[in-house]
């Protein structure tokens, strides 16, 4: 079973009083500099800052009563651990977080703000795993897995939704790809919603397990991803693999230069805070790896949380 426009819509339903409509802007400057008119959805701007919200609400949501009163629990390097932790306190519900011990202290503090029960691990997805199952077991908490889960996929979904809704023109949609939920949301929408239009994703050129993946035809695992886009370290799953074999266009790599300077460029130009994985999204563009040249392309905006002590572009 995979997820459906129709799943999607019913989670754009679940969470419309929960998570924040966001806006889309554009940037005269930045449709010059690429030669594309470019349509930016700033999930930067969602509640905890990034898309991330929008799964963990519709999977919190999701929830019997009965379930929720055990409370949820996940891995996560940060986003999402902040998404799950706030959605379940809005729900009253506990959220217990197990998070890398390596992970930036702005995502820690932020998820210990957001009510947050943190078990730090050693920052291997086997520690995170094994942490993670322990904590289930003594909990009865759900597992809300950061991207591999039906409900998480179709939230991610919804930004899509919405960007179509008030752009409904568009000729490519671009997301970033770290797991994939974001990016198959995105892509069930898109193409579900829209005849013909091409769903490209941005991967960083050092941690590419995505694009090798698509090449290989089988799931290429993450091995100590070595880029500043810390959104997009992990591999994709079992669920979001599949989706994005059949449905994205094509994987687009884009530089640490590229991400760095795609980044300073928007914060500078279109005056918004965005993370290095957003940046990866429209360093796609930027780099001009493919021709879009005239087109409307829309660009989920995934993030803006930034450890503002470690600018990417200070030395």
């Not at 999977?59 to 799950?84: F, I, K, M, P």
């Not at 942490?131 to 909990?139: A, K, P, S, V």
């Not at 994005?244 to 884009?254: A, K, L, P």
């Amino acid at each position: 079973m995979t997820t459906t426009l129709n799943d999607i819509r019913q989670a754009a339903e679940r969470i419309k009083s929960y998570a924040h409509r966001t806006p889309i802007l554009t940037n005269q400057s930045l449709n010059e500099k690429v030669d594309a008119q470019v349509f930016l959805k700033c999930e930067n701007l969602q509640k905890v800052g990034a898309f991330k919200f929008r799964g963990a609400c519709n999977a919190v949501y999701s929830l019997t009563d009965e379930e929720a009163a055990r409370g949820v629990c996940t891995h996560s390097s940060g986003n999402h651990a902040q998404a799950l932790a706030l959605a379940a306190k809005m729900r009253g519900i506990p959220a217990y977080i197990v998070m890398p011990n390596n992970a930036p202290s702005v995502k820690k503090n932020a998820v210990a703000g957001y009510g947050g029960q943190i078990t730090f691990c050693e920052p291997t997805l086997e520690a995170r795993e094994s942490t993670l199952e322990r904590i289930r077991l003594e909990t009865g908490a759900t597992v809300v897995h950061p991207y591999n889960d039906e409900r998480v996929i179709a939230g991610q979904g919804t930004a899509a939704l919405e960007l179509l809704e008030d752009v409904p023109d568009l000729d490519v949609i671009i997301a970033p790809v770290g797991g994939g939920g974001l990016l198959s949301g995105t892509v069930i929408a898109a193409t579900e919603l829209k005849k013909g239009i091409r769903v490209i994703a941005g991967e960083p050129e050092m941690a590419d397990d995505a694009f090798r993946s698509m090449q290989a035809g089988k799931i290429i695992p993450s091995v100590n991803p070595k880029t500043i886009a810390d959104g997009l370290l992990t591999s994709l799953g079992s669920l979001t693999f599949p989706i994005v074999q059949q449905r994205v266009e094509q994987i687009v790599t884009v530089s640490e230069a590229g991400i760095i300077e795609t980044m300073k460029y928007v914060w500078e130009r279109a005056k918004i805070i965005i993370e290095p994985s957003s940046a990866v999204a429209i360093g796609v563009l930027w780099e001009k790896k493919i021709d879009l040249r005239g087109l409307k392309v829309g660009v989920i905006i995934s993030g803006g949380n930034v450890d503002l002590e470690k600018l990417p572009w200070q030395s």
